[in-house]
């Protein structure tokens, strides 16, 4: 950092196991993902090309390589994966996976109905050439997963190789672990975590609200994703109670206590002017 400053949390450092911050490159230019790297590529962790823009992306190589080379790790969407699964291309999924020299893949069944044992077949197939993510929640809102579902997925496909189960809410964060309106399914989350370590879970957080909400509940170490590319500092001092946000959440209880008193006695002084 640039400067010292006391009672900010401890960040891991990559190639990091938690506090993973996943971009989602929905068509950056060469350009701009220099310069998105110039900027933010420190933050990164991991890049994933949204949806199938891969298939469309110009340059899509020369982009592949910029990631690598800070330090980042590029894979591709998970709706690509179904797009070639849908049409009985898994095989060639693979070689496209070797052709780009990509270790990092995810499997997901949000757009399409996988069975569940087949879908494990193939995060442990995967998973002895390259790390694996898998996704659980389905991007369609009227598909309700019960909670002991969602917990039965995510073990299951921990323990057939995933790296981390991603948890759904879809790039506009309305579906999954999120109602309609963005808010929290907080019932859900804290039936999942009970059972789910929550390090191995990268939650799909596109919404500022969605951040903040993670971070009160996990700290500055909570494994996020779909996070957008002029969002990743911004999200970054969200981590760091470096924005009104979470200001308070990482300064010491007196600390808080002092400085929540002195802002309610100002607001007394206001309200009797």
């Known amino acids: 950092m640039n400067f010292e400053l006391p009672f900010i949390p401890e960040r891991s450092v990559k190639p990091r196991q938690k506090g993973v911050t996943m971009m989602m490159d929905k068509g950056l230019s060469l350009t701009e993902a220099t ?3 110039e900027a933010s590529g420190h933050l990164t962790d991991i890049v994933k090309f949204g949806f199938g823009t891969a298939y469309v992306t110009n340059d899509l190589q020369k982009k592949i390589d910029l990631y690598k ?13 179904e797009a070639f699964y849908a049409r009985n291309k898994f095989e060639d999924y693979l070689r496209l996976l070797d052709k780009f020299k990509l270790d990092l893949a995810e499997i997901s069944d949000g757009s399409i109905i996988i069975n569940h044992d087949d879908k494990c077949e193939l995060i442990n197939r995967m ?3 390259r790390t694996v993510m898998s996704e659980v929640g389905s991007k369609d809102a009227g598909i309700l997963i019960s909670p002991a579902k969602w917990i039965k997925m995510m073990s299951t496909e921990l323990e057939a190789g995933s790296w981390k189960v991603i ?3 879809r790039e506009a964060g309305n579906v999954g672990v999120f109602r309609p309106n963005g808010t929290a399914h907080t019932l859900l989350i804290n039936r999942i975590i009970a059972k789910i370590a929550p390090e191995r879970i990268l939650w799909e957080a596109p919404q500022k609200n969605q951040q903040v909400w993670f971070i009160k509940l996990f700290g500055a170490e909570v494994n996020l994703g779909n996070i957008g590319h ?5 999200l970054e001092c969200l981590r760091l109670g470096l924005r009104g946000d979470t200001f308070f959440e990482f300064l010491p209880s007196d600390y808080a206590e002092r400085l929540k008193q002195v802002n309610d006695e100002a607001d007394i002084d206001e309200e009797a002017e």
């Open 230 to 234: 002029n969002d990743m500092i911004p």
């Open 167 to 169: 948890a759904e809410g």
């Open 127 to 129: 998973a002895k050439d």
């Open 69 to 81: 080379e800070a330090n980042i790790q590029p894979y591709f969407g998970g709706t690509l994966f």
């Open 35 to 37: 310069n998105f790297i």
